[in-house]
């Protein structure tokens, strides 16, 4: 098999070298081999109910097959990534291959073959059920005796509802189509070899480009799986809470297995690596080391997300003063930064322009910055016009959100940054201000202090709903909230 990297390398590996990783240091009898073909049930499952998303992924591929006329279209999953030798990391499918199955099988591919009635035929190509007559399923490192049953193709294509087949025929399968092809790549590299002759770089490009727009508005299955992500989350911020020593220091990895623990039992993992930041690790924005410790008396920036086991994620962050109190200055910085993000929130609707609600945020934290006197005398105005803020509020007001926390990262600047906002989109409102501890422009007193606050915001027909208002806001808001799960 030549469809990945991945699938390539374990087909270099001798007989032994199989044997070996299972366990199987002696050669095979034939009595054994003969013995482990008997004696199994026959486990195949019938009148299987179609996934709930099948409707929706098969208007997604409706969609993108009217998008293409007349041209193969090529969608991998594709494969774990070795760690070390033979072991993998977590294996999470191609956002855009999940967008179209809901399928989360590795190294599967949908394929899409122009059809001469006009649009094109769907069919998954997935690994089938490990042969037992070969011995597969047990001398094969990933047979299922190994890894845990797969489902039968035929089973997959009752859930998933359109035809699978066994992916070991794709490159046949594909040598025996003709014309222009297209491939989702960075996915599969035997694929894209297979394809070589029949795309180029540039329409590959656009076929991405094409994918990550058609993710912008987000159906209402999305959105329902969004809203369930951002339930999860709050329920894992309520754990962290918990977790939150007010007398001794907490190290942030305790809120980051925390958070995960809840990350795990509602959904299928985080989202992306939390960031657990106390203290003036809050100013560092991809502070993932977590290998401080939140002390009381400090804030805390959490910034976290469950992904659902249908892998849309959430993207929150709250900041929290770890002994439940907000000191003056910490609230006056976090008051601002409520403000900004009150602004931001306001500024979501349809027919808004994207950028509104960054810069609606971005005008008053400017302002704030102002009246504190850190423009050097200069008018918020002026000093926003320059973008003299960007020292302290770093980053941009938000992004899209869906199955990957930057979501519709592809989508031209026209559709996304300079686009405008439809009701169904769903983006992060997340103004923050950032102090570090070495800037000697502010006031001692503000170093080392960073507050972000970030929800997560559907674009409805009225104007938006906060999908992950279960969690307070405000300051007193947020004083109030830990106080009662502490009890
Ligand atoms: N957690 C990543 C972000 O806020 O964009
Ligand atoms: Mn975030
Ligand atoms: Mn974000």
């Known amino acids: 098999m030549t469809h990945s990297i991945q699938e390539t390398t374990v087909a270099a590996e001798t007989d032994e070298d199989k044997r070996r ?57 594709g494969g774990p990534k070795v760690r070390a030798n033979d072991t993998a990391y977590p294996f999470r499918p191609s956002s855009d291959y999940v967008y179209l199955t809901g399928d989360q099988s590795p190294d599967a591919v949908l394929v ?30 990933h047979g299922e005796l190994w890894d845990g049953r797969r489902n039968s193709l035929a089973e997959n294509g009752q859930l ?13 399968r594909l040598g025996a189509t003709i014309g222009a092809a297209r491939v989702l790549r960075g996915h599969d590299m035997g694929i894209e070899a297979a394809l070589a002759a029949r795309t ?46 007010t007398a001794a220091p907490t190290p942030e990895r305790l809120i980051e297995g925390t958070f995960f623990t809840r990350a795990r039992i509602e959904g299928n ?27 009381p008396g400090d804030l805390l920036l959490l910034d976290a997300g469950v992904e659902t086991r249908h892998l849309y994620t959430a993207d929150v962050t709250r900041t929290l003063p770890v002994d439940g109190r907000f000191t003056p200055i910490q ?13 931001g929130i306001a500024a979501v609707k349809p027919g808004a322009a994207y950028r509104d609600f960054h810069d609606a945020a971005q005008r008053v934290l400017a302002e704030h ?20 803020q960007r ?12 199955l990957d926390v930057h979501d519709c990262a592809k989508a031209r600047t026209e559709l996304y940054v300079d686009g405008t906002l439809e009701p169904g989109m769903v983006l992060t409102v997340e103004p923050g201000l950032y102090f570090q501890s070495d800037d000697l422009t502010v006031p001692q007193e503000y170093r080392g202090i960073g507050v972000r606050i970030e929800d997560d915001i559907l674009v409805t027909e009225e104007g938006n709903e906060n999908l992950s208002a279960r969690l307070p806001r405000n300051a007193d808001d947020v004083e109030a909230w830990m106080a009662r799960l502490r009890g």
């Not at 359109?162 to 025929?169: A, F, M, Q, S, Y």
């Open 21 to 77: 990783k299972n366990g199987l240091y002696r050669q095979v009898s034939a009595e054994l081999a003969e013995n482990m073909k008997r004696g199994w049930a026959d486990t195949e499952r019938y009148g299987l109910q179609p996934i709930a998303q099948a409707a929706h992924t098969a208007r997604r591929r409706a969609e993108l097959s009217a998008r293409f006329p007349g041209e193969l279209l090529v969608i991998p999953a």
């Open 112 to 141: 899409l073959e122009p059809d001469p009635y006009g649009g094109h035929r769907a069919t998954a190509y997935l690994l089938p059920r490990s042969d037992r007559e070969n011995g597969d399923f047990w001398l094969d490192y």
């Open 160 to 172: 998933l509802g359109l035809p699978c087949n066994d992916v070991r025929t794709l490159t046949d």
């Open 200 to 245: 180029t770089a540039e329409r590959d490009d656009e076929f991405r480009v094409t994918l990550s727009e058609m993710r912008l508005v987000k159906d209402e299955f999305e959105i329902a799986d969004l809203r369930f992500a951002c339930e999860a989350t709050a329920l894992g911020f309520e754990d962290a809470v918990r977790a939150l020593g």
């Open 269 to 295: 993992d985080v989202g992306y690596a939390s960031i657990c930041a106390a203290g003036p690790h809050a100013t560092t924005l991809h502070w993932v080391r977590n290998d401080g410790e939140a002390r």
């Open 331 to 343: 609230r006056k910085i976090y008051d601002a930064v409520y403000a900004a993000q009150e602004a």
């Open 369 to 388: 910055l102002a009246a504190w006197g850190l423009f050097e005398g200069r008018s918020a105005r002026e000093a926003h016009d320059l973008g003299l």
């Open 391 to 402: 020292r302290w509020t770093l980053a941009g007001t938000g992004h899209m959100l869906g």
